[in-house]
């Protein structure tokens, strides 16, 4: 599988930003599609995950901000992010899960100025 990420930038605090992550290649089995953040420094984290079932997951630090959309098994997923802030400065990165084997996008930059 491969990932293709779009939609970061530059906003002013508070405002909003949507990415969207597409899978190509081998899509058929794909059980989850989902967003990690990193970083200088520190580990990569957990944004915000969706199942092939429907159920979604989403980090303390976001949860009620960002919103985790789309068809998974088709392997297109959107993370609405609104109230942003200069916390979520990140590079973002799509991933998913396909017979237990992860698969990482190329980072997308996401920048909240105070």
């Known amino acids: 599988v491969q990932l293709q990420a779009s939609g970061g930038g530059l906003v002013q605090g508070g405002g909003s930003l949507r990415l969207s992550c597409t899978a190509s290649?081998?899509?058929?089995?794909?059980?989850?599609m989902g967003w990690y953040r990193q970083t200088p420094g520190k580990q990569r984290e957990m944004v915000a995950i969706?199942?092939?079932?429907?159920?979604?997951t989403y980090a303390d630090s976001v949860r009620g901000r960002f919103t985790i959309s789309g068809d998974v098994a088709k392997g297109m997923v959107d993370l609405q992010m609104d109230s942003l802030k200069p916390e979520d400065t990140a590079v973002y990165y799509c991933t998913s899960k396909r017979f237990g084997k992860d698969s990482w996008g190329k980072g997308t930059q996401v920048t909240v100025s105070s």
């Open positions: 290649g081998s899509r058929f089995g794909i059980a989850m």
């Open positions: 969706a199942t092939s079932t429907g159920t979604t």
